[in-house]
């Protein structure tokens, strides 16, 4: 069984498009996260969940939105793409805020034309 | 705020010689230590973490890491590598409520 899951693993698209990205978790863990990895490999925290509510909201364009359905699930919905939001997005799991290790998932390569 | 340096970004190795990887952090309080791998197109897979006892800690695959508070280090080991090594090397410091990376060393093995 896959812990943390995400699908698509690849998208393409094109400028000004609106995405959506999704990730699940069965780990029953209760905090989940997006990071953004670069085409240089850093890796940067983007949001996190904790229980369904947000906890983390670092400087990112508001074209971002996070959506916690449920402790197991968290997507990713991106508005207007730009060039710039090229990237690999990963989702990852962890027991909770504290200092537990974090999960991650396989990544989702997006790429916008 | 925490930082995470790590000096190398491309290291070659011959197959079956030891390995170190060099990471230094900057946090003001007790910090806590991860070391990660990423393969070709995969995502990351936790090797060892530090966060408190021993400073010398085990992980999977046959790596270790040292814990140097002196010297705010936190370097990866390995004494044989296999080719099934070769990938992308992060070490990360947990501060407040988030976990922030270095910027990844590229090992890459040769026969």
């Known amino acids: 069984d896959t812990a943390v899951s995400q699908t698509p693993k690849y998208l393409v698209t094109q400028m000004g498009n609106d995405k959506s990205i999704k990730c699940e978790q069965n780990?029953?863990?209760?905090?989940m996260y997006w990071y953004k990895q670069d085409s240089k490999k850093f890796l940067k925290i983007m949001f996190s969940y904790n229980n369904k509510e947000l906890i983390i909201n670092e400087t990112v364009p508001n074209r971002f939105s996070p959506k916690s359905p449920d402790k197991a699930h968290l997507n990713l919905h991106i508005n207007s793409l730009e060039l710039g939001d090229s990237a690999v997005y990963f989702c990852?799991?962890?027991?909770?805020?504290?200092?537990?290790?974090?999960?991650f998932g396989p990544g989702t390569r997006l790429t916008v034309t | 705020a925490q930082s995470v340096t790590q000096p190398d970004i491309h290291i070659t190795v011959s197959e079956g010689a030891s390995l170190e990887l060099r990471c230094n952090y900057s946090?003001?309080?007790?910090?806590?230590l991860f070391w990660y791998v990423q393969s070709p197109g995969q995502g990351l897979q936790l090797l060892l973490k530090?966060?408190?006892?021993?400073?010398l800690v085990q992980g999977i695959k046959g790596f270790e890491a040292e814990f140097k508070r002196s010297q705010s280090s936190f370097n990866l080991r390995k004494p044989s590598v296999h080719w099934s090594d070769a990938a992308e090397y992060f070490c990360a410091v947990r501060g407040n409520e988030k976990l922030t990376f270095g910027t990844g060393t590229r090992l890459t093995i040769i026969p």
């Open positions: 990852a799991s962890s027991r909770g805020t504290g200092y537990y290790e974090q999960y």
């Open positions: 530090y966060f408190s006892g021993d400073t």
């Open positions: 780990l029953g863990h209760d905090t």
């Open positions: 946090y003001g309080a007790t910090p806590y």
